[in-house]
């Protein structure tokens, strides 16, 4: 007998529904699964055996053969043991079929025929909830996950025996109720440390500041021990919360690639994500045969924290380039390529010479101008400028370090934050693909960043002084975009223009 049973497989981060078609027939006993299988179904060919019988099932001692359709899409993950193994019932009539085409089946089975969580949930519950499938059968810890979606009846099962309860007798079953909805998504479970621990250092606690409101890259520059890396860690902090499209947005990578904590429902925070300076640059970027999103991706809408960024490997740096200008990231394979959404501030941190240093007060600097040189030759014009607050970090001074931190609190900052992305959002009204100033392009700097002729003046002396680029000087202009914004200003005024170049440090270091 032939039995169908939907599941569905990720592609990047979306999913496509996929139907496992099992037939037992006569014929010498043996399985065969088809339809570009990976090793972990063609896997699954024995689990679901041993499982089927130790949870009190029959396996057919006949020929039977699987095949997972569409034919030319490669399948992959333990994810078709639960479609497979119901649809193995199905056929050799052990459990009711009437209702199969109703259902998508997900999940992993181990040996003793309970369910275990897998990853990519969320997006295979968006498609199936459009292909018009009105219920999800899938493990118990995966439940909250797919439970986001509206209009879908969610069962979570524990093990196999309640899924062929479910079938039997869909009346006794009811669909899963979602507990961490909507409104517990803007309380800001804030893990992240307070600014209000940070003593001192005004200037870059501003810079923090304005890298929140307009969503600015920011490198912070200075010596070992300054407070550089503590400063960049309270970033997430002052960020305004997710909204629930860029929570689902989030949460659809981080699905994907199996990161989602205890298996709960959306993203709540920002992401934060500091990978280590031996990092690869797939790690960074995604990849892999069924590529994965890499850091980049999974801190889309939050923050890639690169620490030490000089001892980051050069190429691997040079893979951030294009996604830091266009938002995404594209991996091609031979049989896929797939598009990974990458929109994150970058956020990072670096001595400013070998020894570390170089401009310190109290300790003198032993590098030689040439290793300076190369040292900052590493980090490639072309990263540095797209590094809109160049920030120099000094050390505390002693009176400043024995006294209890007087600083404002994240949460005050965030306000002000929230309140300047508020004068963005309606400002960009007509521009839907902009969210903050720093993604600003030259037509909209014609248009918002006009400068009067004190502003202008400034500028154009800045430019000459510091041979800026055309492209830092539409860095400035859209830093003091977001410097206005702060103070609740239309137009830039020449004291905002004066603020955005001093925070071109290490143009001016060089
Ligand atoms: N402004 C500050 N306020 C309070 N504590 C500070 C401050 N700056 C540094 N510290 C203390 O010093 C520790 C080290 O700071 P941090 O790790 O941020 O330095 P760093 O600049 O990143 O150094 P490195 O270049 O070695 O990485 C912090 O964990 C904190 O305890
Ligand atoms: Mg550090």
Redesign the pocket.
Known sequence: MLARVWSASIVGIDAVKVGVEVDVSGGLPGTVILGLPDSAIQESKERVKATLKNAGFAFPMRKIVINLTPADLRKEGPSFDLPISVGILAASEQVGADLLGDYLFLGEVSLDGSLRAVAGVLPIAATAQKMGITSVVLPVDNAQEAAVVEGLSVYGCKCLSDVVDLLNNPGRHKPVEILYGLNSLHTHSLQSADLQ?????IHARRALEIAAAGGHNLI?V????????????RLSGILPPLSFAESLEVTRIHSVAGLLKNRGSLVRDRPFRSPHHSASGPSLVGGGTFPRPGEISLSHRGILFL??LTEFKRDVLEFLRQPLEDGYVTISRTKQSVMFPAQFTLVA???PCPC?YYGDTIQQCTCSPRQREQYWAKLSGPLMDRIDLQVA?N??KPE??TQQ?TGETSQSVRQRVQQARDRATTRFQEESNLRCNAQMQSRHLQKWCKLDDASRALLEAAIRKLGLSARASDRILKVARTIADLAQEDELQANYVAEAIQYRTIDRMQ
């Open positions: 621990d940070v003593k001192g250092q912070f200075g010596p070992p021990g300054s407070g550089k890396t503590m400063l960049a860690r620490d030490e941190s670096t001595n570390g970090v050390r505390l400043e370090i931190p």
